[in-house]
């Protein structure tokens, strides 16, 4: 769950810090006080691309900061990244026109890492959420997300790119027949490669050779240099001699240190015997030079010539050799890719339609479950169905579904989108929300004004589904229902002022009596001693419910 978000210089909102609460909780307030802009932050917290457009006019960049509790899913994926953790998990975003920042924990992260951190833990249901699940595509996806049967989805998608792949080949070999010139060109071209007899790492070992043997030439001189100064006529082994020599004196200190100087001298030509094999050991052959040079020279003219790297010479040959060997044996190969495409569209046939099954199991499961979910809601007709229809062969299978619903007493079922108002799907969107959340486990769930053409009865009910989710998952609620408000756990005004030129977004916690205050007002407009009551009824009523 989310403990705390910190938001600063984000659309409206100057700087908030605000404490959540496990359970539910409520934010309520005007139209355009900022309560969407809050959601909007969580939404970014958890992965959602954002750029400078959320910075407050006047401001460079905007901070974001949200703290999660850990539970064993959040561990493993954080460990699955090498980000380090302790109890708690920080989610902090830069935004601004140059760069965005994403950090967790302090180690910096990319959006994508983000993003697979709350895969499937955090749902946001925002006014556009309706569209969403009109979609077919869409809701095959829900089907998937909520189906055992990621196994068979796998093997169906494998089958469906090896077959892509080898329908290409197929295609290209059949519409490819070459001329005898083509074929006596590719032959030539193999034949030159062959000969050149090319090894992966050559060009990088010669290059380093040849690096080397100017440096050993330096070396080398070097090495001369200093041989030739010991060595020489006058040098310093002449030098050393004369010194010994002369002092060959009777004088027992003398003569002292002129055997300990006699020493060193044997010892310094000792030395330069083994600079002298040192020398010796660094001499490298002008013919090796000058091969090495050659060979070099062919490699780099094979690589202008073909236009490819040493990398791509290799692959190249191989696929000289294929073209060759399928112009030879065009036809057999030919047959033996019929044979094999059908192979593969067996195999692909039994893998899709065991997909199929199992995503009818799953939609049947699905279909109990959302009924049952709508049950309060004030839908007392409402029967949900999924119908499936083949169509083409894609890498997800080829079943095309369609979310069915019936409302009316003695009406037909219809596709979801055509059936409902505003306020029925609404509550049939809170009802899969429902079942969504049960079987997939979410962490925390985001209702932006789910509750939108929904009143009397029907607003309680909303109330009460929603109290009923947020047993085991922390649930944020932006809502203008009074209904619904009274579920809250904790319940949050959010207001706006003008302060100098600009407009700010705030935000406080409210006490029991201000929260039957602000109930009195959302559900009559004002705060007569009727309303007041009313507004007391309410939460008397919901605090019984939970």
């Keep these: 769950m989310i403990k705390s978000i910190y938001i600063k210089n984000f659309v409206i909102i100057d700087e908030l810090r605000l404490e959540l609460n496990k359970g539910l909780n409520i934010f309520i307030g005007e139209t355009g006080a900022g309560k969407s802009i809050i959601m909007n932050a969580i939404d970014l917290l958890s992965g959602k691309r954002g750029d400078s457009a959320f910075i407050q006019k006047g401001k460079d960049k905007a901070i974001l900061e949200a703290t999660f509790s850990l539970d064993d899913v959040y561990r493993d994926r954080l460990a699955s990244f090498d980000i380090d953790y302790d109890d708690e998990m920080i989610v902090y975003r830069l935004l601004s026109e140059s760069k965005n920042i994403i950090r967790i924990n302090n180690q910096t992260v990319t959006l994508n890492i983000l993003k697979a951190i709350f895969e499937d833990r955090v749902d946001i249901h925002s006014q556009n959420d309706s569209q969403y699940?009109?979609?077919?595509?869409?809701?095959?996806?829900?089907?998937?997300?909520?189906?055992?049967?990621?196994?068979?989805?796998?093997?169906?998608?494998?089958?469906?790119?090896?077959?892509?792949?080898?329908?290409?080949?197929?295609?290209?070999?059949?519409?490819?027949?070459?001329?005898?010139?083509?074929?006596?060109?590719?032959?030539?071209?193999?034949?030159?490669?062959?000969?050149?007899?090319?090894?992966?790492?050559?060009?990088?070992?010669?290059?380093?050779?040849?690096?080397?043997?100017?440096?050993?030439?330096?070396?080398?001189?070097?090495?001369?240099?200093?041989?030739?100064?010991?060595?020489?006529?006058?040098?310093?082994?002449?030098?050393?001699?004369?010194?010994?020599?002369?002092?060959?004196?009777?004088?027992?200190?003398?003569?002292?240190?002129?055997?300990?100087?006699?020493?060193?001298?044997?010892?310094?030509?000792?030395?330069?015997?083994?600079?002298?094999?040192?020398?010796?050991?660094?001499?490298?052959?002008?013919?090796?030079?000058?091969?090495?040079?050659?060979?070099?020279?062919?490699?780099?003219?094979?690589?202008?010539?073909?236009?490819?790297?040493?990398?791509?010479?290799?692959?190249?040959?191989?696929?000289?050799?294929?073209?060759?060997?399928?112009?030879?044996?065009r036809s057999k190969l030919l047959k033996e890719m019929e044979e094999a495409i059908q192979v593969l569209d067996a195999q692909y046939a039994k893998y899709a339609q065991d997909l199929s099954n199992q995503r009818k199991e799953a939609a049947l499961r699905l279909c109990e479950e959302v009924v049952e979910a709508t049950k309060g809601l004030e839908l007392k007709y409402f029967d949900f169905a999924i119908n499936f229809n083949k169509c083409k062969d894609t890498a997800l299978g080829n079943d095309d579904v369609s979310f069915m619903i019936c409302i009316n007493k003695g009406q037909d079922m219809s596709p979801l989108n055509k059936s409902a108002s505003g306020g029925e799907m609404s509550r049939i969107l809170l009802a899969l929300k429902t079942v969504l959340n049960k079987l997939m486990q979410l962490d925390l769930v985001v209702f932006d004004e789910i509750d939108t053409g929904v009143s009397g009865k029907a607003a309680l009910a909303v109330g009460e589904k929603m109290a009923k989710i947020a047993c085991d998952t922390q649930v944020l609620v932006i809502t203008h229902l009074a209904q619904v408000a009274a579920f809250g756990d904790v319940v949050y005004f959010v207001y706006k002022e003008d302060e100098g030129e600009n407009t700010k977004s705030h935000i406080r916690e409210l006490n029991d009596e201000a929260i039957i205050e602000e109930l009195a007002l959302m559900a009559t407009g004002s705060k007569s001693l009727n309303a007041l009551n009313m507004a007391k009824d309410l939460i008397n009523e919901a605090r019984s419910y939970k």
Aim: aromatic share 8%; hydrophobic share 30%; glycine share 2%.
């Design 133 to 329: 699940l009109f979609k077919n595509k869409n809701q095959l996806a829900i089907i998937d997300r909520i189906g055992d049967h990621d196994e068979v989805l796998n093997k169906v998608q494998e089958l469906y790119e090896e077959r892509k792949a080898l329908f290409k080949r197929y295609d290209e070999l059949k519409k490819r027949e070459e001329s005898p010139e083509d074929i006596e060109y590719y032959e030539y071209q193999l034949n030159e490669l062959k000969n050149a007899d090319l090894k992966l790492e050559e060009e990088e070992e010669l290059e380093r050779f040849l690096k080397n043997y100017h440096n050993i030439e330096k070396f080398s001189q070097k090495l001369n240099d200093c041989i030739d100064r010991y060595t020489r006529e006058g040098g310093v082994s002449d030098g050393l001699y004369m010194i010994i020599k002369n002092l060959n004196e009777e004088d027992d200190k003398i003569q002292e240190i002129a055997e300990q100087i006699n020493d060193h001298y044997a010892s310094l030509d000792d030395k330069i015997e083994e600079l002298k094999g040192i020398l010796a050991s660094l001499d490298v052959s002008s013919e090796r030079i000058e091969s090495a040079n050659v060979r070099l020279n062919e490699i780099r003219r094979l690589k202008r010539k073909y236009r490819r790297d040493l990398k791509e010479l290799l692959n190249y040959i191989d696929e000289l050799n294929l073209r060759i060997d399928e112009n030879l044996n």
